[in-house]
């Protein structure tokens, strides 16, 4: 029913005369055990991965809020209460979901979703930004944006891509799994957008970070903004931009990935008098980073009975709870 993947083997094709004149198969892929592959529930044992809360409301809820601090004109700090909040969100989303029909029993198994989200929102005038960073059991990091009212905005997170990347992997090639896969991560983009300034233009000159939407650079402490120290003063000579051109080594170097993401807004009268809201985002996920799913043994929702909603007396019907 299942095939694995043939490897190890090379073969050489004359393509002149269409055949084979040479086949090697001299390497012995190592073929990973069945533990611990098991995902139904009835079949898994202890140790159990966690339970999953249900869905946290806040204030009520068991999160919590962080005071932060800005700067007034003359530079003087100024605290900011409740800047940052942290709590659990569930959306209905589904964490992993199996059916082997094929099986005796028709075996189903699904895992809801429920994250950690780490929340601020930075006001720029008069436009709102919702700055999400949302923590999956998988291991994955997600952060998305939501911008209210108008105009455009150019969001950097941290090689040089001058293309709208699919996926962009990053691996460790001195650690390696039990099968032989260089750990790593890989970047999901959202939606990119590029400037619409002229090379010339001073503010391009100053985000010069936008010219791509990839950047990868060797760790320098002292290179934190991709727009310079003082974004309103620089002229060019401390960005992102000129950082690269300096063409400096990143293999088997503690690297710095930059993604750069934006939303162009058209408006329209349905913005008026307030904008809803235009997300954008990116994802970081696992490759090859666990030995197999790290959310396999969560355990799984509490099913219940639950009266059907038309008034009627009816048979009740089977609703998941996520809990």
Not at 145 to 150: F, G, P, Q, R, S
Not at 182 to 187: I, S, T
Not at 237 to 247: E, K, P, R, V
Request: with cysteine; charged share 25%; glycine share 8%.
């Amino acid at each position: 029913m299942f095939l694995r993947p043939i490897e190890g083997i090379t073969i050489v094709v004359d393509i002149e005369e269409m055949k084979v004149t040479q086949y090697n198969d001299r390497e012995v892929a190592p073929i990973p055990k069945s533990e611990p592959t098991e995902y139904r529930w009835s079949k898994l044992k202890p140790p159990f991965g966690p339970r999953l809360n249900s869905v946290t409301t806040l204030p009520t809820g068991p999160g919590f809020k962080i005071d932060g601090n800005t700067v007034n004109q003359d530079g003087a700090p100024i605290q900011t209460p409740n800047a940052i909040c942290i709590f659990e969100r569930h959306t209905g989303d589904v964490m992993w979901r199996h059916t082997e029909a094929e099986m005796p029993g028709d075996v189903r198994e699904v895992r809801p979703e429920v994250s950690l989200v780490v929340r601020m929102v930075a006001t720029v005038g008069n436009y709102d930004y919702v700055i999400d960073w949302e923590f999956k059991p998988s291991g994955s990091i997600k952060l998305g944006t939501v911008e209210k009212e108008t105009a455009k905005t150019e969001f950097e997170a941290r090689l040089k891509l001058d293309t709208k990347p699919m996926e962009f992997a990053m691996v460790n090639p001195n650690k390696k799994t039990k099968i032989g896969h260089p750990v790593g991560y890989r970047l999901l983009p959202g939606l990119v957008v590029g400037p619409l300034l002229t090379d010339d233009d001073y503010p391009q000159i100053r985000a010069g970070f936008t010219d791509y939407n990839i950047w990868v650079t060797p760790y320098n402490k002292s290179e934190k903004y991709s727009g310079g120290n003082y974004v309103d003063q620089s002229h060019g000579d401390d960005t992102l931009l000129q950082w690269t051109d300096g063409n400096r080594e990143i293999e088997n170097k503690d690297i710095v990935l930059w993604y750069t993401m934006g939303i162009h807004h058209a408006p329209c009268q349905e913005d008026f008098p307030v904008m809803p809201t235009v997300s954008g985002g990116f994802e970081l996920r696992p490759t090859n980073f666990f030995e197999y799913n790290p959310v396999l043994k969560v355990i799984p929702p509490k099913h219940v009975q639950w009266p059907n909603c038309t008034g009627k007396h009816q048979p009740v019907s089977t609703l998941n709870i996520w809990w």
